[in-house]
């Protein structure tokens, strides 16, 4: 394994869980959680006990963030500003098809790079 992987591990009262292989990365990076390109204060992340050179990665959802539609949170390496998962969190009406959550998702990607080439621009002048 030689790329970096965060997996969800499950979602238990309204705190995100996953693990953090690093693969071939011998460093912790510095993770950042996004919502709508902002990003959002809470994450921890600690060394699994039990398995070498992974990391219990822990996001608790705020709740003010919550209201009827599709909330979706990126979790990216801030330094490679490498999108490693996001998780989406539906409210309100059912939603008929996963085109909303793919749509929110692509906006928060599509803000994310935006703010990759800005970077880009201004340390390259």
């Not at 510095?30 to 990003?39: C, D, G, S």
């Not at 909330?71 to 009406?93: C, D, M, P, W």
């Not at 800005?118 to 340390?123: A, D, N, P, S, W």
């Amino acid at each position: 394994m030689s790329e970096m992987t965060l997996t969800k591990a499950r979602i238990q009262a309204g705190v995100w869980e996953g693990v953090l292989a690093l693969g071939a990365h011998t460093d912790l990076p510095q993770l950042e959680l996004t919502h709508l390109a902002k990003p959002i204060a809470g994450m921890s992340v600690e060394e699994d006990p039990d398995h070498r050179g992974q990391y219990l990665v822990r996001v608790p959802i705020p709740v003010e963030l919550l209201s009827d539609g599709v909330q979706t949170f990126v979790i990216s390496a801030v330094e490679s500003g490498e999108k490693l998962t996001h998780f989406s969190v539906i409210t309100g009406q059912p939603v008929g098809d996963d085109i909303i959550a793919e749509m929110d998702l692509l906006r928060a990607e599509l803000d994310m790079l935006k703010r990759a080439f800005r970077k880009h621009c201004l340390e390259t002048m």
